[in-house]
């Protein structure tokens, strides 16, 4: 079965649980067949939830029987600090995140906080500085980068 097959039908198995099909890539190493897969959702993703989806497509391939020998799967997510993109930044209000911009805001270029509002052109960051809450606003087409990220 062709690569881009597979994606089609692993990425239409993987909405049905809920989950996106980000990357899948077959490759052979060493004479065996390496199957990998990293999937997300917008939720945060555990060892369970790999598990999980690791069990539903073991299971499909077996139903689809898409290889002609043997084969390693390996299930993996983007993790806890996963790139976001800037068009789906409304399904992460409340969310954790660091912000980089083009244009420095008061002087930054790299802030971290809670993601509040998100507008047609703009998102409001909420950061702590010590004890108090600042509001920054950042207008979208300033975002170089965005990612969840681990607050400490």
Known sequence: MEEKQLSELVSSKLASINYNLVSLNV???????QVSI???RVAPIN???IVEVTNVLSTYFDEIDPFEAAYNLDIS???AEKPLKVEELDK???SYVNVHVNNPIE??????G?????????ILVTKRIKTRSKDVEVVKSNILKIRLA???
Request: no cysteine; charged share 25%; glycine share 10%.
């Open 107 to 112: 002087g930054e270029n790299i802030f971290e």
């Open 27 to 33: 490759s052979r190493n060493s004479g065996s067949l």
């Open 47 to 49: 060892m369970e939830d």
């Open 92 to 94: 992460y209000v409340g």
């Open 114 to 122: 809670t993601l509040k509002e998100v507008n047609d052109n703009s």
């Open 38 to 40: 990293v999937v997300d």
């Open 77 to 79: 997510s983007l993790g």
């Open 150 to 152: 681990i607050k400490f």
